[in-house]
């Protein structure tokens, strides 16, 4: 049994602000085209519709990243942290892949129930302590592979 300690990137959230940054930028240019461009100019109008949006992107980037914990053991893999908590078998993997740029990413699919993914990305987080974790799950999956005779199938990364 191993622990580790890793950060990821909560996909969720990237979105919702990646939206929410879309949507200011879109607001933020048509009531200062509307409002503003007789006092401050057509620049002064684009300066605000964009400023605002990238403003408010890195004001919240910081809480894209998060801190979760994972053991293995010889026959599962367990993930805790405030976003997730879950016990993966290595019996009840259908396939797994572990995607490797800049970042990296880890995808199970279970024989049945809803697909588990986690995304580790240099610019929000250290993908050092996820790399290694990834690393040591897939040693772990292809010794529980040969010594089960288990159905493990690793997808090819990118």
């Not at 990821?8 to 939206?19: E, G, H, S």
């Not at 620049?43 to 605002?52: D, P």
């Not at 980037?61 to 993930?79: L, P």
């Not at 050092?128 to 010794?143: A, H, M, N």
Request: charged residues 20%; aromatic residues 14%.
């Amino acid at each position: 049994m191993r622990e580790f300690t890793f950060e990821f990137a909560d996909q969720r959230y990237l979105v919702r602000l990646l939206i929410l940054c879309f949507l200011s930028l879109i607001v933020f240019l048509i009531s200062s085209v509307a409002l503003l461009v007789d006092s401050i100019g057509i620049f002064g109008c684009m300066a605000i519709a964009f400023g605002f949006p990238i403003a408010l992107f890195f004001l919240f980037k910081k809480n894209i990243k998060k801190i979760g914990s994972a053991i293995i053991t010889e026959d599962n893999i367990e993930f805790k942290s405030a976003l997730l908590n879950q016990k993966i078998l290595y019996s009840d993997i259908k396939f797994y892949a572990i995607q490797q740029y800049k970042s990296i990413a880890l995808i199970i699919q279970p024989k049945i129930g809803k697909k588990f993914k986690l995304q580790a990305n240099p610019n929000f987080c250290n993908t050092d302590p996820f790399r290694f974790l990834c690393s040591e799950l897939d040693k772990s999956l292809q010794r529980y592979k040969i010594s089960h005779q288990a159905d493990l199938v690793k997808k090819k990364s990118w």
